[in-house]
C-alpha cells in the first residue's frame, strides 16, 4: 500500500502508540491527520511534534454518541474524503472483577467497545469511497489470552479482535484493508501504574504496525515468537494455559494492583 497522500482518522493519536503511529505514518509521507482525544493540550502539542503533518484536531470522547457524529461531520466537511481509520484509543482499569468499580466497567466497554464500534459505523460511508485504504483496529495480546485481573479490559479487547474480523469479511468488496494489531506491554502513560520491566517501545509497535499495512497483513501480533506461541497453546491447549497462570496468579496481582490508565 502506498501511504503517501492518503488521509487519516486515529483516535488517541495524542500519546503512547497512538503519536508513535503518527510519526511512523508521517515518515512514510502521510501529510493530513485527523486525531481525536479529550484533551485539548495534547491535540495541540501534536502540531509543534509534527511541523510535516496538517492536523485536524478534534477534541472528544469516543464513548460519547454526539462527539463522534460531530467528529464525523467535521471530517465531512473539512476533507470530504478518508482513506484510514485507526482505532487506536483505550483504557484499562484491572482488578478482581469484584473491585473493579462499576464505572470503570462501564467506561472500559463504553470507550474500547461500543465507540470504537459506532465510529466505525459513522465513518464507513466516507471510507467506502476511497480508491485504496485501511480499518485498523488496536486490540491487546489480553484479546487473545485472557488473564485473571483482566477480565473486563480482555473482554473489551477479544471484541475489538472479532468486531475487526466479521468487519474484514463485510467490507471484502471493498479496496479497504482491515487489520487488527496486538500489542503486549508497552511502555506508554497507560502503563504507568503496572509493574512490568520488559516492555516494547511505542515505536517498535508502530513499526510493526505500518509494516503490516504496507505488507497487508491481517493480523499483527506483538511480544515476539515467545507471545505466539502462547497464542497458539492457549487455542489449542487452554488447560494447560490455566496451569501455567495458575502459577503465576500472584506475581500477576503484584504487577495489577495498581494498574488504572482511564
Ligand atoms: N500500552 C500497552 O501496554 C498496550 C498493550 C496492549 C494494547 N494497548 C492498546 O493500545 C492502545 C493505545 O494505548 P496506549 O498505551 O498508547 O495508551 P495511552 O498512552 O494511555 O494513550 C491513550 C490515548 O487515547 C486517548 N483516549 C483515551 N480515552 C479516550 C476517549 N474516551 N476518547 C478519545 N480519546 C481517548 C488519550 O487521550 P486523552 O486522555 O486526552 O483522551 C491518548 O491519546 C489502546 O487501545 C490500548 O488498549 C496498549
Redesign the pocket.
Known sequence: MNLTDKKVFI?????????ALIEELSNHGVEEIAV????AE??DALEEDFPSVEFLKIQ????QLDHIKSAVQKVKEEWGTLDMLIN?????SAGLLEEISDEDIIDQVN??VT?LILLTKHMLSLLKETSEGALIN?????GYIGMPFYSV?AAT?AAVKHFSEAMRRELSDYPIHVMTI??????????ETAKVDD?DS?KEVAKATVDGLINKEIEVILGGEKQRAMVTKNMNEPLKVDEQIKDQFDAIRKRAEEHR?M
Open positions: 483516535t488517541g493519536g495524542s500519546a503512547g502508540i497512538g503519536k481525536m482525544g479529550r484533551t495534547k491535540l472528544g470522547d469516543i464513548s487506536n484509543a483505550g483504557v484499562v470507550i474500547n465507540g488496536i486490540s491487546s495480546g489480553l479490559y479487547k496486538y500489542p503486549t506491554a508497552t511502555d506508554t502513560a497507560m502503563m516492555m511505542p490508565s
